[in-house]
């Protein structure tokens, strides 16, 4: 593997840091209140960000897979929020589209998705099927030209803001996770149901809902792939969506060790700079060696998906490691600003508050040592 990056990737990770210093951070805020970032997503758009491994045909900036994770790194580092919101928005509903759709599907929603005029979101957790996705109870029916589908999904990502929804039901419950189907969705359907918003730990820009799809008209030319394709499709994908969540967690897992050392270099106690006492460096240094190994990883995964090759076993290892850096480096990182960090005054308190979540979503850290030793 190359460990260098192109001079293209280089300009992407400078202009994505150029754009996240300039028009996200002044904005953390607004999101810390709650403020779903709509405005940065309409000019992220604009600078090609919502299509990037999109080709031109679609309206994609057609750059390679590692670019898109370079632009995933580098806004986490500023926003874990922005970080999710274009993570779930590329991986999870453009690809799906893109891998799977029809070329109408494909000419009719891609290009949209790409551009930034449509933002997207997967629905496959429900209340009582998470880590156990295939025992989701939506039903799906198929009538005449439209297929009617009942049930609810919990923890939608950008759900209430996105404009195009991959949703998975059942066409055949016998058949258990091969009677799943995909269906895109538009926001305007009738009886697609936008529930309650979730107040969550930490992201607070991003928005987490619950959806009900009551009598939900999906006509049968929405179906994406075949009926019972839905399980295969939602897992192939969540094996590039995870290369993303790590990525956001090591976005994280940076911004912490970067203010802690900072931090750490300039806090004097006991006649000298904390980053003296061995204490506090040996600790820098542990988070400094977690954080270069979860990048590792991460851009292994990458490079492996960006060459066409499978990444599923490599993909669930970043993300497991990469997640558990990120809670340990923000754990870590607050105790470097010692009472300082457990204010709001520090950015570190934040970086605690997103990492979590990075454990669960996507699959929890036990089932991706599950998809790790099933490839053993
Ligand atoms: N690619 C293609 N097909 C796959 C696959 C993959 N990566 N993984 C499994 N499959 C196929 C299998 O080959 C199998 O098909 P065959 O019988 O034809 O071989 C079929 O799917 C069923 O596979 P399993 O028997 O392994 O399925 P399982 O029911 O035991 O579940 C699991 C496996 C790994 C536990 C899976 O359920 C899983 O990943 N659970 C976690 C769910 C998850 O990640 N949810 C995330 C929600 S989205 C989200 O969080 C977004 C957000 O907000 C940020």
Redesign the pocket.
């Known amino acids: 593997m190359n460990l260098t990056f192109t001079q293209e990737q280089e300009m992407m990770r400078k202009m994505v840091r150029d754009f996240a210093n300039a028009e996200i951070a002044p904005f953390i805020e607004n999101m810390e209140k709650g403020e779903f970032p709509r405005e940065i997503i309409r000019k992220m758009g604009e600078l090609g960000l919502l299509g990037i491994p999109v080709p031109e045909k679609y309206s994609g900036a057609e750059m390679d897979f590692t670019s898109y994770i370079i632009a995933i790194h580098e806004l986490s580092k500023v926003s874990a929020t922005v970080g999710?919101i274009l993570?779930?928005h590329t991986s999870?509903c453009t690809y799906p589209i893109l891998y799977f759709g029809t070329e109408e599907q494909k000419k009719k929603y891609v290009p949209k998705l790409a551009s930034g005029e449509y933002l997207g979101a997967?629905c496959?957790?429900e209340a009582s099927s998470?880590?156990?996705?295939?025992s989701l109870k939506s039903r799906a029916v198929k009538k005449g030209d439209h297929y009617v589908i009942n049930g609810s999904k919990a923890?939608?990502?950008n759900g209430g803001e996105a404009d195009v929804y991959i949703v998975f039901a059942s066409t055949n419950p016998e058949q258990e996770?091969?009677g799943i189907a995909a269906f895109i969705v538009d926001k305007n359907t009738p009886g697609l149901v936008i529930g309650k918003d979730e107040r969550k730990m930490g992201l607070h820009g991003s928005r987490?809902v619950q959806l009900t799809f009551e009598d939900m008209l999906v006509p049968v030319e929405n179906l994406l792939g075949q009926e019972g394709d839905g399980?295969?499709i939602a897992?192939?994908n969540?094996?590039v969506?995870r290369i993303g969540?790590a990525t956001q967690a090591l976005g994280i897992a940076e911004a912490a060790l970067e203010a802690a050392t900072a931090y750490a270099k300039q806090r004097q106690q006991f006649g000298k700079p904390i980053v003296a006492q061995q204490g506090i460096g040996f600790k820098l240094a542990d988070m400094a060696t977690s954080v270069e190994a979860a990048k590792l990883l991460i851009y292994r995964a990458a490079d492996l998906r960006a060459n066409g090759l499978k990444c599923?076993l490599e993909s669930s290892m970043a993300k497991l490691f990469a997640s558990r850096t990120a809670v340990e480096v923000t754990t870590e990182a607050i105790q470097v600003f010692g009472g300082y960090g457990y204010t709001e005054d520090y950015p570190v308190e934040r970086y605690f508050r997103d990492a979590k979540i990075t454990e669960i979503?996507?699959?929890?850290s036990e089932?991706q040592r599950?998809?790790v030793s099933?490839h053993l």
């Open positions: 999710v993570s779930v999870v997967f496959l957790t998470g880590s156990d996705a295939a923890f939608i990502t996770s091969k987490t399980f295969k897992m192939s969540l094996e969506g969540i599923g979503y996507e699959g929890t089932i599950i998809v099933k």
